[in-house]
């Protein structure tokens, strides 16, 4: 089981930018391919971009291509997302995930992962 920390939420204006952060206490945090999912209130949660272990191929929903941008920091055994352009609909809390798997491609099903983080909320508004 892989132990999530996220970070880096906040209040911003639409049109700002912002970047999380997920720290990962594992030793073998090379082997995890990682995820970003949110939830925004009263709806489920969905996929965002997801980052294989390599760090070689990285997937993303269709609502966040060309404006979010997921990486991984294997040193700092840490995980990513830059979000740039935000819009009031990307308001929602954010969670980072670990695939079960190890060495696995990168997935957008929910169920591929079995470590969560607790979230960390991000609010666009003007």
């Known amino acids: 089981q892989v132990q999530l920390v996220e970070s880096g939420g906040g209040l911003v204006q639409p049109g700002a930018s912002l970047r999380l952060s997920c720290a990962a206490s594992v030793h073998s945090f090379s082997y995890y391919t990682m995820a970003w999912f949110r939830q925004a209130p009263g709806k489920e949660r969905e996929f965002v971009a997801s980052i294989n272990w390599r760090g070689d191929s990285t997937t993303y929903a269709d609502s966040v291509k060309g404006r979010f941008t997921i990486s991984r920091e294997y040193a700092k055994k840490t995980l990513y997302l830059q979000m740039n352009s935000l819009k009031p609909n990307d308001t929602a809390v954010y969670f980072c995930?670990?695939?079960?798997?190890?060495?696995?491609?990168?997935?957008?099903?929910?169920?591929?992962?079995?470590?969560w983080g607790q979230g960390t909320q991000v609010t666009v508004s003007s």
């Open positions: 995930a670990a695939k079960t798997i190890l060495r696995a491609s990168t997935s957008s099903s929910e169920s591929e992962y079995s470590s």
